[in-house]
């Protein structure tokens, strides 16, 4: 893919998150984590991520980045579906502001119909993105998908727990080291 803001991508996101107490998934678990490979910082202000229903029109979008929003070279960015799943005094994270939480769809393996995470620039341009559509696409309940290599534009994706075996690590490196 190329993208118009080539340092800018998606790095790791939570498609199906573990059961809460009530014994169905914690939603406000989902996450995605956004990686500036760098040069320099990115204002993010305007961008948006969507799924497949909110990026095709039918819903709203899952979360757009508030004016100011500056994501720095070699950092990491996180939006969390819900409040619950906020780490306290984390720098580059926020909640979700798209009324419902990001609601990613489970996997095919799951019952689900799957589903596509997108990163949308303001100009409506695609800067992102990663489906799990398809049947042979396996999501595991509280495993995150990861670029593989780790922080790479180019790289494809694994479950995080195939790389280092962590089940997900919103915020941090996959090694679970920090940025």
Not at 2 to 21: C, D, H, K, M, S
Not at 40 to 66: C, E, M, N, P
Not at 84 to 108: C, E, H, I, K
Not at 123 to 134: C, E, F, K
């Amino acid at each position: 893919m190329t993208r118009p803001t080539p340092q800018v991508f998606i790095n790791e996101y939570l498609a199906q998150p573990y059961n809460g107490a009530a014994g169905t998934p914690d939603y406000d678990q989902q996450f995605v984590e956004l990686y500036n490979a760098g040069p320099g910082s990115v204002d993010l202000s305007g961008w948006k991520i969507h799924d497949a229903a909110s990026y095709q029109g039918t819903a709203t979008a899952r979360h757009t980045f508030v004016s100011g929003t500056i994501l720095p070279a070699g950092k990491g960015y996180v939006v969390y579906s819900g409040a619950t799943a906020l780490p306290t005094g984390a720098t580059y994270a926020t909640v979700s502001n798209g009324g419902l939480g990001l609601r990613f769809d489970r996997g095919r393996n799951q019952g689900g119909a799957g589903d596509v995470v997108y990163l949308v620039r303001p100009d409506g341009t695609v800067q992102d993105s990663h489906s799990y559509l398809d049947p042979s696409v396996l999501v595991y309940q509280g495993y995150s998908f990861n670029r593989s290599p780790d922080r790479s534009a180019s790289g494809g994706w694994d479950l995080c727990y195939n790389l280092y075996s962590r089940d997900a690590t919103p915020g941090l490196r996959a090694d679970g080291t920090a940025f």
